[in-house]
């Protein structure tokens, strides 16, 4: 399974962007990036995720280099509600792998600041 | 929006006594996974359901740890008996299918006395 290294806290001025990164050099051709964020007492929340191309949705944006060994998630307006764990998973594919469980590391704590 | 739910939000036990939780996925999600969170760390999968079939129980503590999902609907995680060091959060989520986007529900957290 590939594993992620993350920073293990970063922190943001309200309503600038957060960039929180994310390495994966050992990903595999078939594997998704995935990041989920969880509030203090919370189940995770699902963010976004992504194979090869940048994606963005409502609540943020996902780069992916072009070897993809590393990504980085956009918050482009952080706010105080912001403030949580990330995770950046990547998640085991592939025809032969039944399981496809998502494999959590130690995230990285984002706090936002007023 | 549909959500995951489980209950109860908390439970307190005593070791050695034997405890339940319950989850209820989306409707119509084919996938279950029962995770455990203990403090400071990330979830950890316990068990995978495929409707009603086990996919991935390799994680689960067999002699003390039940799960189960009859119907292919809801689900219930059980211990007998609790010990200390299974004070925890215990987190329910579901997807559509195997390769797809998992949600979790708000959890379990269980205090074990």
């Known amino acids: 399974d590939a594993k992620t290294t993350q920073p293990t806290s970063m922190d943001c001025a309200e309503g600038r962007a957060a960039n929180l990164p994310c390495n994966h050099s050992?990903?595999?051709?078939?594997?998704?990036v995935y990041w989920y964020r969880q509030i203090h007492s919370q189940g995770p929340q699902y963010i976004i995720h992504g194979l090869k191309n940048n994606e963005t949705n409502e609540m943020a944006s996902l780069i992916i280099t072009e070897d993809r060994k590393s990504s980085t998630l956009i918050l482009p307006h952080a706010t105080l509600r912001d403030t949580a764990v990330y995770y950046c998973?990547?998640?085991?594919?592939?025809?032969?792998?039944?399981?496809?469980?998502?494999?959590f590391g130690s995230g990285t704590r984002l706090l936002v600041r007023p | 929006e549909a959500e995951v739910a489980q209950s109860p939000r908390y439970k307190i036990t005593e070791k050695s006594q034997a405890v339940a939780f319950w989850c209820d996925p989306i409707?119509?999600?084919?996938?279950l996974y029962w995770y455990r969170q203990i403090l400071g760390q990330g979830p950890e999968l316990l068990v995978q359901f495929q409707d009603e079939s086990v996919v991935d129980d390799s994680q689960l503590p067999k002699d003390r740890f039940s799960a189960e999902r009859l119907k292919g609907v809801d689900s219930t995680l059980k211990i007998q008996p609790a010990e200390l060091g299974d004070s925890a959060m215990y987190l329910c989520?579901?997807?559509?299918?195997?390769?797809?986007?998992?949600?979790f529900g708000p959890g379990t957290r269980l205090l074990v006395l």
């Open positions: 998973i990547v998640r085991p594919g592939g025809a032969m792998d039944s399981s496809y469980k998502l494999i």
């Open positions: 989520a579901s997807s559509p299918g195997l390769r797809e986007t998992q949600y």
């Open positions: 409707s119509g999600h084919a996938t």
């Open positions: 050992t990903i595999s051709g078939n594997e998704y």
